[in-house]
Nanobody, 121 residues
C-alpha cells in the first residue's frame, strides 16, 4: 500500500489542523493505521493509532484530549484532527500502516512521506 500524507502547514498556537492520508494500491481496511511525528533532532514518536474497523483508538499522552484519529475505509483514507495546537507539536507527521495493533514504529510496515506541521508561539 502507498500512503500520501497532506494537510500540514503553519498555524498559531491554539489553532487547529486536519491531516489526511490517502492510500492507494490496497485497501486500508486490512491494516492498523497510525500517525507518528518527528521533531527536529528527535526520534520519530507515536501519536495515535486506530484499529481496522475503527472500533479501537489510542493516543499518546502528549496529545490526549486534543488530537483525534479517524479513518474512512470506503475512501481509503486516514485522518488526524489536531486541536489546541502547541509549539511542541511542531514536527513532520507521518501516516503508517501495519498488521499488528501497536504503538511501536518498528511494527508498521508502510509509511507516507510526511507532512510538516509548524506551530508558532
Amino acid at each position: 500500500v502507498q500512503l500520501q500524507a497532506s494537510g500540514g502547514g503553519l498555524v498559531q498556537a491554539g489553532g487547529s489542523l486536519r491531516l489526511s492520508c490517502a492510500a492507494s494500491g490496497r485497501t486500508i481496511s486490512r491494516y492498523v493505521m497510525g500517525w507518528f511525528r518527528q521533531a527536529p533532532g528527535k526520534e520519530r514518536e507515536f501519536v495515535a493509532a486506530i484499529s481496522r474497523g475503527a472500533g479501537l483508538a489510542i493516543d499518546a499522552d502528549a496529545v490526549k484530549g486534543r488530537f483525534t484519529i479517524s479513518r474512512d475505509n470506503g475512501k481509503n483514507a486516514l485522518y488526524l484532527q489536531m486541536n489546541s495546537l502547541k509549539f511542541e507539536d511542531t514536527a513532520v507527521y507521518y501516516c503508517a500502516a501495519g498488521s499488528t495493533w501497536s504503538v511501536v514504529r518498528e511494527n508498521y510496515d508502510y509509511w507516507g512521506q510526511g507532512t510538516l506541521v509548524t506551530v508558532s508561539s
